[in-house]
């Protein structure tokens, strides 16, 4: 693959380089096989299998499920609401329906990044 991409002109960014598998079983990680890649650009590296990968902000894992997807949202979403918590105080803040705009456009887009590809419903 490297002599492919040094015809074309393309060097292979080792610290972006990752490798996963997609898989239905439980597989052992050990028995994951490992690929070896050595770039023009720098000293031939070893690249393991990761459980979780992140591409284009949607994090995969092997089994699709997007399990830690959901998680990592929901937790970004909770810390935004807890900035708007801040700006809707009882005494001074936001109005309702200026809560509610900010709701609907910073915390739910958040929620639901890249919902075509992880919603099952």
Known sequence: VTHQLTALGLDIDT????L????????NPS???????????A??????????????????DQKLSFKKHVKI???RALL????LCILTNSVWGLSVLNA??????????????????WFMG
């Open 73 to 75: 949202m929901a937790t």
């Open 15 to 18: 610290d972006k380089t990752e």
């Open 100 to 117: 509610h705009l900010l709701y609907k456009t910073v915390v739910l887009p958040v929620l639901t990044f890249a919902s075509p590809v």
């Open 43 to 60: 000293p031939a590296c070893t690249i393991r299998p990761t459980p979780v990968m992140c591409w284009l902000g949607v994090f995969f």
């Open 80 to 83: 935004t609401i807890s900035g």
């Open 20 to 27: 996963f598998h997609f898989t239905r079983s439980c597989s």
């Open 31 to 41: 028995l994951d096989p490992l690929i070896n890649i050595s770039p023009s650009n």
